[in-house]
C-alpha cells in the first residue's frame, strides 16, 4: 500500500509541546484534555497506513473503544511500525499513555515511555534512526558496543562471546563499504583490526584492499564471508545474555547486529555442563583472562562438524568408520616370523623373568583392539615378503620385549626420558632437513645448496661397489642430484638386526642386509629422488609437481610413498612407478607436511597460510575422510600414534594440537614451545608420551593423558621443586614460591608458558632442533644445528 500523507491535525493539535505538539496548549491549561485527545488519538490510529502497521502486535486495541476499526488493532516491530511508533511517541499524549495504563496494556506503555526517551527529530519533526545519526558511523559504533559489553562481561562467559568479534568485525566493516561510506569503512578497519592480527593475518591482508563497494564482489576473502555463514559454538546462558543485551540496546546498534547474526553468523548453542570436553564448563572456567582463545574445532567458514569431510553446513554429524586396526600379515610372512622367532627363543633363551619372544609375539596379535576394523591388503597390494622382511619382524618383536616401557605421568612425576641430541656445525645456516633411519646408523641433512649428505653414525666407512681403486673412504656421502633446496628426507623402513656374536661380541650393531636400501628426497626444483644407499646414486626423479615439494615420506610397510607442494596437492605414489597412483586435492593452500597412518591404510596432510587445516586420506580411494580443524598458525609438523588413535600436530605459533581420529574431535591443545613454532614431533611405542622440537632450542616431552588434579609439572621425576614457565626452582614453602615468583618475574614474557601437559624440557644453546625421533626402545634422538 501507498504511504499516504499525514492528516493536517495529526501534527497541528495532538499532545503538549513537551511531547513534540506544535499547536498545543500550555500544560497548565486543561485544552489538552477532554474529546479531543479521544478524536486525536482516533485519527493516529485510524490512518490507512497506521491501520495496515498497527494490525499485528500482540498488546491490542479494543475495537469496541475504536468503532472506526473493524479488528483488533495491534502495535507491531515491523520496520514501517518504527516509523509510525516515531510518529507516536513524538506526539504522545499523558492521555495515552493513562489510557493504556488502565486498559492493562503495560507493555505498551513501557515501550512508549522507553522510545520517547531516545527518538531523535530533524527540523522538520520526522524521526531519525541509528543509522541516521551516526552518519556512516553506524556499524563502527555498532561494534563498539558489542566490543565494549564483551569486555566487561563476567569471565565466565568473555571466551566464548570474544570469538563473536571476528565474524562481526568482517561484517560491520564490509557492510560500510557496501553502504558506500569508504573513508570511515578504512578508519574502522585501521581502529579495530589491531586483535586479530595473529589469527587472521592472511584475511586482513586480503580485506584490507577493499575500498569500494565493487571491490566486495571482485575479492575472494569478501565474498566467502558474504556468501557463507560463520560457524559458531556458544553456551545457552552465554547466547541468552548477549541476545538480552542487544535487546536492550536494540536503538544504539544492537539492532543491526541482530541483523548480522541472523543474515551472516551461524550460532550453535551447547550445554556447557553437559557437553565436557574442549567445550566443557571446567575448560572454560579454567582459561586465564587475557589468554589468546583458540577457536573450536567446527567454527568457521564453511561450518561443518568436527572431523567431518563433507563441508556441507547442512551435512549430518555422522561420520564415516575408519579401518584403524593394524594391516594384516601375510600368511606366509607369518609362519616364516613365528618358525624364525622359536628358533631364536631354543638358540638364545630369555632370561629368568622375561618372556620368550613367541610369547611376546602372540600377546602383541591378541591385544590388538578387537573394534578396530583393520584394512583390506588386496585394496592396498604390497609386493611379496622376502627374507629381509622377516628379519626385519623378528627384530621388532625383540626391541618390542626389552624396550624401556614409558606408562605415562602418574602422580605429577614424568617418566625418565632420555634424548640423545646430534648436533651439526659449521653449516651457516644452509641445513633445510635432518633425517634419521629406523635402524639408528644413518643420518642425513638436506641443504639449501642443493645436495644431501649422509653420515654413518657409528663412523664406518660408506662403500660403494662402483667407488674406483684408490678411492678414499669416509663415514660420510655426498648425493647430487638437485637442482634447488632440499627440503625433506625419508628413509626406506629398516631394522637394527645384530650381526652374529664372535667371541661374545660384534663389531657392529647392524648387518649390511638390515640397513635401510633406499633414500627419498624432495626439493624446490619440483622433483622427488630416490636414491639407492648401496650405491650411493640416483635411480628415479619423480616428476607431477608444478610447484616446490615441501616434504616426503615413506609408507611404514615400504613400496609406497607421498609428497606434499606448493600447488595445494599431495600425491601418493610407488617406488616402481615414475607417475602418481593418487593426486589428494583438497587444500586452499600450500601442503606443508605429511604423515602416514601406522596402518599404511591413510595419509595425513597438514596445510599452512589461507587454510591451517589437517586432512585425512584414504590411500584406497584418495577421497577424505577426516577434516580437523582449530588451527591458528600455519601446520610445521604432523605424527600419528602407534596405536591408530590420535593424531598430533603442530603449528609455527609452538601449540600442539591432539585429534581422535574416530570421533574427530579435538581433545586437547598443548602449549610450551617459543617463538619460531614446532618443527618435529614423535610418538613413544606405547602412545602415552609425545616428544616435539623447534626453533626454540629445545626438546619437550608431553604427555597425552595427564593428570588433571596434578597442576604442576615435575621435570624428570624430580622432587621439592616448583616449575614457572619452564624453570623449576628448588625447595619448599615460602623460599621456593618466592623464587619461582622471581624466576617468573626475570623471564617477563619472553617465552610461551607451558600447560601441564609437559613433562620435560630438553634445552640446547645455541642449536634448532630440526627433528626428533623415538627408537624402538623408547629412546628419543634429536638432531639440529650450531647457530652462533
Not at 30 to 57: F, K, W, Y
Not at 297 to 309: F, K, L, Q, T
Not at 349 to 371: A, N
Request: hydrophobic content about 35%; proline content about 6%.
Amino acid at each position: 500500500m501507498a504511504v499516504q500523507p499525514l492528516p493536517p491535525s495529526r501534527t497541528a493539535s495532538v499532545g503538549p509541546p513537551s511531547a513534540g505538539g506544535m499547536n498545543a496548549p500550555p500544560a497548565g491549561t486543561p485544552g489538552g484534555q477532554g474529546p479531543n485527545s479521544q478524536q486525536n488519538l482516533n485519527q493516529i490510529i485510524d490512518h490507512p497506513v497506521h491501520r495496515e502497521t498497527l494490525a499485528t502486535r500482540g498488546d491490542c486495541l479494543d475495537s469496541r473503544q475504536y468503532p472506526q476499526t473493524s479488528t483488533l488493532l495491534c502495535f507491531s516491530h515491523t520496520s514501517r511500525f518504527d516509523h509510525i511508533m516515531a510518529h507516536l511517541i513524538a506526539n504522545v499524549n499523558p492521555q495515552v499513555l493513562e489510557y493504556l495504563s488502565k486498559k492493562g496494556y503495560s507493555r505498551t506503555e513501557a515501550m512508549l515511555r522507553k522510545e520517547s526517551r531516545h527518538a531523535t527529530f530533524d527540523a522538520n519533526q520526522e524521526p531519525l534512526d541509528f543509522a541516521d545519526r551516526t552518519k556512516g558511523r553506524q556499524w563502527h559504533e555498532s561494534y563498539i558496543l558489542v566490543k565494549g559489553w564483551i569486555d566487561d562481561i563476567l569471565d565466565i562467559y568473555k571466551p566464548e562471546l570474544s570469538r563473536l568479534l571476528w565474524p562481526l568485525f568482517v561484517q560491520c566493516f564490509l557492510q560500510t563499504v557496501t553502504d558506500c561510506f569508504t573513508i570511515e569503512a578504512k578508519r574502522f578497519f585501521e581502529e579495530c583490526q589491531k586483535p586479530f592480527g595473529e589469527e587472521h593475518s592472511d584475511d586482513l591482508r586480503a580485506l584490507s584492499s577493499i575500498n569500494e563497494p565493487e571491490h566486495v564482489q571482485e575479492n575472494d576473502i569478501a565474498q566467502l564471508y558474504r556468501t557463507n555463514k560463520y560457524r559458531l559454538t556458544l553456551s545457552k546462558m552465554g547466547f541468552a545474555t548477549l541476545i538480552e543485551f542487544l535487546e536492550v540496546k536494540e536503538a544504539e546498534g544492537g539492532k543491526g547486529i541482530n541483523y548480522l547474526l541472523n543474515n551472516h553468523i551461524d550460532i550453535h548453542t551447547v550445554d556447557r555442563a553437559a557437553i565436557g570436553g574442549a567445550r566443557g564448563l571446567q575448560r572454560l572456567m579454567e582459561e586465564k583472562h587475557g589468554e589468546e582463545q583458540a577457536p573450536a574445532e567446527d567454527e568457521g567458514i564453511p561450518g561443518h562438524h568436527p572431523g567431518s569431510a563433507n563441508l556441507s553446513a547442512d551435512a549430518t554429524g555422522a561420520l564415516n568408520r575408519l579401518a584403524l586396526g593394524p594391516m594384516p600379515m601375510e600368511a606366509d610372512l607369518m609362519e616364516d616370523v613365528k618358525a624364525e622367532l622359536g628358533h631364536e627363543d631354543i638358540t638364545n633363551p630369555p632370561p629368568p623373568g622375561r618372556s620368550t619372544l613367541t610369547d611376546t609375539f602372540e600377546q602383541r596379535i591378541k591385544s590388538e583392539p578387537v573394534e578396530d576394523t583393520a584394512p583390506s591388503r588386496e585394496a592396498i597390494p604390497y609386493p611379496p615378503s622376502t627374507a629381509r622382511d622377516v628379519a626385519m619382524e623378528v627384530q621388532k618383536v625383540k626391541e618390542n620385549r626389552d624396550r624401556f616401557r614409558i606408562e605415562g605421568k602418574t602422580g605429577g612425576v614424568g617418566p625418565g626420558v632420555s634424548v640423545t641430541m646430534f648436533t651439526f656445525h659449521n653449516t651457516f645456516d644452509s641445513v633445510n632437513c635432518i633425517e634419521f633411519s629406523d635402524d639408528n646408523t644413518l643420518a642425513a641433512v638436506g641443504t639449501a645448496e642443493s645436495f644431501i649428505r649422509v653420515w654413518s653414525l657409528d663412523n664406518r666407512a660408506l662403500t660403494s661397489p662402483h667407488d674406483p681403486p684408490g678411492f678414499q673412504q669416509s663415514s660420510s656421502r655426498r648425493l647430487i642430484g638437485h637442482s634447488g633446496p632440499v627440503y625433506a628426507l625419508s628413509f626406506s623402513p629398516s631394522a637394527a638386526v645384530s650381526e652374529a656374536a664372535t667371541n661374545g661380541h660384534t663389531d657392529r650393531t647392524t648387518t649390511s642386509e638390515s640397513q635401510p636400501r633406499y633414500m627419498l628426497s624432495c626439493s624446490a626444483d619440483t622433483t622427488i629422488r630416490l636414491w639407492s644407499l648401496d650405491t650411493w646414486t640416483n635411480l628415479v626423479v619423480y616428476r607431477s609437481h608444478n610447484s616446490p615439494v615441501w616434504d616426503v615420506r615413506f609408507c611404514p610397510h615400504g613400496h609406497y610413498f607421498v609428497s606434499a607442494s606448493a600447488d595445494r596437492t599431495a600425491r601418493l605414489w610407488s617406488t616402481p612407478q615414475i607417475a602418481p597412483l593418487r593426486l589428494l586435492v583438497g587444500h586452499d593452500s600450500d601442503v606443508e607436511t605429511i604423515a602416514w597412518h601406522p596402518n599404511g591404510a591413510y595419509v595425513v596432510t597438514g596445510a599452512g597460510v589461507g587454510d591451517r587445516t589437517v586432512r585425512m586420506w584414504s590411500v584406497a580411494s584418495g577421497g577424505q575422510v577426516r577434516i580437523f580443524t582449530g588451527h591458528t598458525g600455519n601446520i610445521t609438523a604432523l605424527a600419528c600414534a602407534p596405536d591408530g588413535h590420535i593424531i598430533a600436530s603442530a603449528d609455527d605459533k609452538g601449540v600442539i594440537v591432539l585429534w581422535d581420529i574416530r570421533t574427530g574431535r579435538l581433545v586437547k591443545r598443548m602449549r610450551g614451545h617459543g617463538a619460531g613454532g614446532v618443527w618435529s614431533l614423535d610418538w613413544s611405542v606405547e602412545s602415552t608420551v609425545l616428544v616435539s622440537g623447534g626453533a626454540d632450542n629445545s626438546v619437550r616431552v608431553w604427555d597425552v593423558q595427564p593428570n588433571k588434579e596434578t597442576k604442576e609439572n615435575k621435570v624428570n621425576g624430580e622432587t621439592g621443586g616448583v616449575k614457572v614457565d619452564g624453570v623449576t626452582v628448588h625447595g619448599t614453602g615460602a623460599a621456593a614460591a618466592a623464587a619461582a615468583a622471581a624466576a617468573k618475574t626475570a623471564k617477563g614474557k619472553s617465552r610461551e608458558q607451558a600447560t601441564p601437559d609437559m613433562i620435560s624440557d630438553f634445552k640446547t644453546k645455541k642449536s634448532p632442533v630440526y627433528k626428533v625421533k623415538f627408537t624402538q626402545m623408547n629412546l628419543v634422538v634429536a638432531g639440529g644445528t650450531y647457530l652462533p
